[in-house]
């Protein structure tokens, strides 16, 4: 079975400070992806990145960065430098073999101004 | 581009009313999945469609069904309702089978 854990329930951080957000997974099959997405006060679950397990390259966006690590099964997330408009639940997820997507309870996120 | 267009986005229904809930993809889009959010349970998986066809299906209750029209947009169906199936239910669209979902607003159903 697919299982994704954010332990983080709430972070609260002053602006300009980085801030990561921690996602572990648990997974048999060798090849699966994993997914950041971002909750809104709106609802709507705004897609930041995927990455397959073959690629463990870290990712850089502008001020956010991936560290993938599959010798830990973890694909952390963080932002640097953090705005008050980062302030949102983030979602980890894990889809793997013909299995949906499976999300983690989410971290809820406040920068404070 | 229009992105996935949920429909109502807000919805109040009494218990034991049924109600439909609607999911229009982005254009070309031929896979749709959806989602319910509860504060309590999170995201939890409800159906996956592709070209018509049910794919995957989360563990509820058969009061919750759906269905995929040729046209790629999906309806979900919950008869019977329970409190306990006030939510925000979201859709996804993706353009192959298990390709990346692009989320739609949700729509919010609350049951009294």
């Known amino acids: 079975a697919q299982k994704v854990t954010q332990a983080q329930t709430e972070i609260s951080v002053v602006e300009k400070e980085d801030v990561t957000l921690d996602c572990v997974y648990e997974t048999r099959d060798t090849t699966y992806y994993l997914f950041w997405y971002k909750q809104p006060p709106s609802g709507e679950l705004v897609f930041l990145i995927r990455?397959?397990?073959?690629?463990?390259q870290n990712e850089i966006s502008g001020r956010y960065s991936w560290n993938f690590q599959k010798s830990t099964s973890s694909f952390n997330f963080t932002i640097t430098a953090s705005q008050v408009v980062d302030s949102a639940v983030y979602f980890c997820a894990l889809r793997a073999g013909n299995t949906p997507l499976v999300f983690g309870k989410g971290t809820r996120l406040s920068v404070i101004a | 581009k229009a992105g996935v267009t949920q429909t109502p986005r807000y919805l109040i229904k009494t218990r034991g009313q049924q109600v439909t809930l609607s999911c229009s993809p982005i254009s070309g889009h031929r896979s749709v999945s959806w989602y319910q959010q509860t504060p309590g349970q999170g995201l939890q998986f409800l159906f996956e469609?592709?070209?018509?066809?049910?794919?995957n299906k989360g563990n509820f209750p058969g009061r919750f069904s759906g269905r995929q029209f040729s046209n790629s947009r999906s309806e979900m169906n919950v008869s019977t309702l329970e409190l306990g199936d006030s939510a925000l239910y979201l859709c996804?669209?993706?353009?192959?089978?298990?390709?990346?979902?692009?989320f739609g607003s949700g729509t919010r159903l609350t049951v009294v």
């Open positions: 990455r397959n397990s073959f690629d463990e």
């Open positions: 996804a669209s993706s353009l192959e089978d298990r390709g990346n979902p692009t």
């Open positions: 469609y592709f070209s018509e066809t049910q794919r």
